[in-house]
Antibody
Framework: EVQLVESGGGLVQPGRSLKLSCVAS????????MNWIRQAPGKGLEWVAY????????YYAETVKGRFTISRDNAKNTLYLQMTSLRSEDTALYYC?????????????WGQGASVTVS | DVQMTQSPSNLAASPGESVSINCKAS??????LAWYQQKPGKANKLLIY???TLQSGTPSRFSGSGSGTDFTLTIRNLEPEDFGLYYC?????????FGSGTKLEIK
């Protein structure tokens, strides 16, 4: 069974940093691109960042470019999101999501999310 | 960025009925549209991609249609487990963008 488990969320002051992790299991992590997607309270889904299977290709939403860094450790089956210079508008539930094989912008497995509150 | 406009925002229906949810892109996205279901306490679920391709495990009562800028998700013979939030998402280009969601409730 595919499982994605996020951690590292919490309450943080504006301007500070936070690092999210997502541990994957039930599939060969190193074969798949991965994404972070967020959802502000009561709002819709917003794609945040993508990293290819071997980290060669990385893309960010304009709203986080220059402040957030996506990375992965295939030996540890873990995806990361380093968030710096946090703002109140970054408050959201952050989902880790696997990319559908051969469809880099389709997310076929999601975690339950890690809550980040910037206040 | 491609703007995705989803309608209606809310929808009420009874089990056994059929419903349709619409999604309009601000420019042509060819056939590259996905549909997701969101329910409290459960992981988001991919239902359909490339406009009409059912993801493995998606029941056949779900269908997707459309191309270019206009797309529709149809659910026939609604089951109790189908109630929840539905989002469309274009996967034609970066950044992937989502519609604002449709809440499907039991009438």
């Amino acid at each position: 069974e595919v499982q994605l488990v996020e951690s590292g969320g919490g309450l943080v002051q504006p301007g500070r940093s936070l690092k999210l992790s997502c541990v994957a299991s039930g599939f060969t992590f190193s074969n798949y691109g991965m994404n972070w997607i967020r959802q502000a309270p009561g709002k819709g889904l917003e794609w945040v960042a993508y990293i290819s299977s071997g980290s060669s290709y990385i893309y960010y939403a304009e709203t986080v470019k220059g402040r957030f860094t996506i990375s992965r450790d295939n030996a540890k089956n873990t995806l990361y999101l380093q968030m710096t210079s946090l703002r109140s508008e970054d408050t959201a539930l952050y989902y880790c999501a696997r990319t559908l094989f051969n469809y880099p912008r389709v997310m076929d497995a999601w975690g339950q999310g890690a809550s980040v509150t910037v206040s | 960025d491609v703007q995705m406009t989803q309608s209606p925002s809310n929808l009420a229906a009874s089990p056994g009925e059929s419903v349709s949810i619409n999604c309009k892109a601000s420019k042509s996205i060819s056939k590259y549209l996905a549909w997701y279901q969101q329910k409290p306490g459960k992981a988001n679920k991919l239902l359909i991609y490339s406009g009409s391709t059912l993801q493995s495990g998606t029941p056949s009562r779900f269908s997707g249609s459309g191309s270019g800028t206009d797309f529709t998700l149809t659910i026939r013979n609604l089951e109790p487990e189908d109630f929840g939030l539905y989002y469309c998402q274009q996967h034609n280009e970066y950044p992937p963008t989502f519609g604002s969601g449709t809440k499907l409730e039991i009438k």
